[in-house]
């Protein structure tokens, strides 16, 4: 983060350098556009970090329409400013029939700039503009569509947006990058997603982006009279939390509590107590999870019918669990054999799953080395537990029950859990 706020103070002493000097270089060009995968610049996943009083001067410093073509030299000076993402800015206008023109500005030294759009707030199936300067100097611009996260996947020359006639652009104007464009859109959404994400690293010769150095969501609502706004994106923390509390029930306290209802029979009633609770606990982490999921799935209508599927699925498993739990029959009847194999392995397929559902879920939503790591150091210590724990059992020096003698059907059942 510190290494992030530097390079933005760096560049945006470049900046008022080139101002002070009177520096006013020019460059554009127009390429062949078919589709996109975008990306732009800035820092860790925070909104206009340096405040909006650096957009908006951003946004007076320079007449658009001296160094833009037509059509963008039109109608530059007279479109909404707002500020999105550290130096990042953006122009907008749309027409009746739904022509959007778009101009984003931010500082810029190397490498390549973007912007993306896209249906949910991800990365993956969006489509996006992304301009930079070849170290010749020559401007290229083209569109990427994300088929998904591998560097393979950003497929250049592709996308879903349509482009008008108008040649999108490329501008440097001193130590500003210009990237203007005109899109016909569908419909006329009022708030949209809009994916932020830059590099330092220039693209190939053949156009195949490096992978970015850092990137955002921005939600901007369009419909403002007077301009456009940024809407904060209560859907990110959302995600964030989501994908906690699915981890402490379902990667934590659920596991936690198999572990103890196998391991600690010797330790007779205390294992009894202690599963009861730990699993209580983490039906509430699960439930909970579950819950703010369907939230989620209702505000932004993600593509995840597996993950979205297997959720239900466990929840529905875990609402027979704790019915179980009170509709347990007594030791001496013959269902209470039934009843603990049932029981016992619901709640093996539900750990299954629910092991299967975390990685699936940090995989869809682009978590990130931390979450991966995160989880994979619990998931590991999860197994090796019960590997050690296994081996202890098998030798017979934990897992027994002092009190199997008078219970037939408790001996025959109380290491099999």
């Given amino acids: 983060m510190e290494d992030s706020s530097f390079r933005a103070r760096i560049l945006a002493g470049f900046y008022i350098l080139s101002l002070l000097l009177g520096l006013e270089l020019s460059l554009v060009v127009a390429d062949d556009v078919n589709g996109g995968t975008g990306g732009s610049y800035g820092q860790d996943s925070t909104q206009n970090p340096q405040g909006d009083s650096v957009g908006y001067d951003l946004c007076s410093s320079n007449q658009l329409s001296s160094f833009l073509p037509p059509p963008y030299s039109n109608i530059s000076d007279t479109m909404p400013c707002k500020p999105l993402w550290n130096t990042f800015v953006l122009r907008y206008s749309e027409t009746k029939d739904n022509v959007m023109t778009v101009i984003l500005s931010a500082v810029y030294t190397t490498g390549w700039v973007g912007i993306g759009f896209s249906r949910d707030g991800r990365m993956v199936g ?128 659920l596991p936690l509590g198999a572990i103890l209802a196998r391991y600690l029979r010797h330790k007779d009633p205390l294992w009894y107590y202690l599963h009861a609770v730990v699993q209580f606990i983490g039906f509430v982490f699960g439930l909970a999870a579950v819950l703010l999921g369907l939230q989620l799935y209702n505000r932004i209508k993600p593509d995840i019918p597996s993950h979205r599927g297997i959720g239900i699925f466990l929840l529905v498993l875990s609402i027979l669990q704790v019915l179980a739990f009170f509709l347990r029959p007594e030791k001496e009847t013959k269902m209470r054999r039934y009843w603990n194999w049932y029981h016992q392995w619901t709640g093996r397929i539900s750990l299954f799953f629910g092991a299967l559902n975390i990685v699936l879920g940090i995989t869809l939503a682009n978590a990130g080395d931390s979450w991966k790591i995160g989880y994979g150091f619990l998931l590991s210590v999860t197994l090796l537990s019960f590997i050690v724990l296994e081996v202890l059992r098998i030798r017979g020096s934990i897992g027994s029950s002092s009190s199997s003698g008078s219970d037939p059907t408790f001996r025959m059942n109380s290491n099999t859990i």
């Fill in 126 to 253: 969006s489509s996006a503009m992304v301009g930079w300067i070849t170290k010749k100097g020559h401007a290229r611009i083209k569109q990427y569509y994300l088929q998904g996260t591998e560097k393979d996947q950003v497929v250049p020359d592709q996308g879903e947006l349509q482009l008008e006639k108008v040649p999108p652009v490329v501008a440097l104007h001193g130590a500003m990058i210009y990237l203007a464009f005109q899109v016909k859109l569908a419909t006329r959404i009022p708030r949209r997603p809009l994916i932020l994400a830059f590099s330092m690293a220039y693209p190939s010769k053949l156009g195949h982006l490096t992978k970015h150095d850092d990137k955002t969501t921005v939600f901007v609502d369009f419909s403002k009279a007077g301009g456009v706004s940024v809407v904060p994106d209560k859907g990110s923390s959302k995600k964030r939390d989501h994908g906690i509390l699915a981890i402490f029930g379902w990667g934590l306290f």
